[in-house]
T-cell receptor, first 111, second 117 residues
C-alpha cells in the first residue's frame, strides 16, 4: 500500500462545475496535509494546508480532512480552464519533517 | 532573487559521470528539501536539511547520492556514477522551518532536468 494515494485521472469537469479531488494516506499519526497544484513543466505551488478535522475554505478552494477515515479532499468551486493542472496531495507523517507526495490527479476543466 | 533558484536548469550527462546540482533557497529559510520527480509521478523525497545538518536523508536511493549544505544556505546534490535511471527532474524546496508542519509552507525552485544518456 502506498503511503499517499490519489487517483491519477484525468478528471474532466465542465467549466463552472465543482471539481472534487481525493487523497488517502496510510500513516494514522500524520499531522499536516497539503494540496499543491502543478502545471505541466512547472514546479508545484501550494494551494492550501490543513491540519484539523473539518473544512477549510480559501476562495474557490475548500480542503476537507477526516483523520478517522484517513482521507483529505480538495473541492474547487466554479472550475475554470486555468485550473487544469495536476493536483498533488502531500502529507507529513508522524514524528518526521518528511513530506510524502501522492502521484497527483490530473484535472481537465472543459470550456 | 526572491524565490528558490536551481542551477543548471538542464543537465545532460553520460552514464558513469559525476554531476552536481545546486539549490539556492529563499534567504532566511532554514529548512531545505531535495526531491526527485519522474514523469507522471509526484515528487519523491530525497533529503531534508535543517540548517547545515541533514535531519533526514532516508530518501537517498543509494550511496551514489550525497548532499551538502555547508553554510546553512546553498545546497548541492551530488550524484556519482550516474545511471540512466537517475534521469528525472530534481526539485529543491525551502521553508522557514521554524514550526513543524503547521503553515510550514515549502516554496519550490524551478527544478533541474537531469538526463543520463
Amino acid at each position: 500500500q502506498k503511503e499517499v494515494e490519489q487517483n491519477s485521472g484525468p478528471l474532466s469537469v465542465p467549466e463552472g462545475a465543482i471539481a472534487s479531488l481525493n487523497c488517502t494516506y496510510s500513516d494514522r499519526g500524520s499531522q499536516s496535509f497539503f494540496w499543491y497544484r502543478q502545471y505541466s513543466g512547472k514546479s508545484p505551488e501550494l494551494i492550501m494546508f490543513i491540519y484539523s478535522n473539518g473544512d477549510k475554505e480559501d476562495g474557490r478552494f475548500t480542503a476537507q480532512l477526516n483523520k478517522a477515515s484517513q482521507y483529505v479532499s480538495l473541492l474547487i468551486r466554479d472550475s475554470q480552464p486555468s485550473d487544469s493542472a495536476t493536483y498533488l496531495c502531500a502529507v507529513i507523517g508522524s514524528g518526521t519533517y518528511k513530506y510524502i507526495f501522492g502521484t497527483g490527479t490530473r484535472l481537465k476543466v472543459l470550456a | 532573487g526572491a524565490g528558490v533558484s536551481q542551477t543548471p536548469s538542464n543537465k545532460v550527462t553520460e552514464k558513469g559521470k559525476y554531476v552536481e546540482l545546486r539549490c539556492d533557497p529563499i534567504s532566511g529559510h532554514t529548512a531545505l528539501y531535495w526531491y526527485r520527480q519522474s514523469l507522471g509521478q509526484g515528487p519523491e523525497f530525497l533529503i531534508y536539511f535543517q540548517g547545515t545538518g541533514a535531519a533526514d536523508d532516508s530518501g537517498l536511493p543509494n550511496d551514489r547520492f550525497f548532499a551538502v549544505r555547508p553554510e546553512g544556505s546553498v545546497s548541492t546534490l551530488k550524484i556519482q556514477r550516474t545511471e540512466r535511471g537517475d534521469s528525472a527532474v530534481y526539485l529543491c524546496a525551502s521553508s522557514r522551518g521554524d514550526r513543524r508542519g503547521f503553515s510550514n509552507e515549502q516554496f519550490f525552485g524551478p527544478g533541474t532536468r537531469l538526463t543520463v544518456l
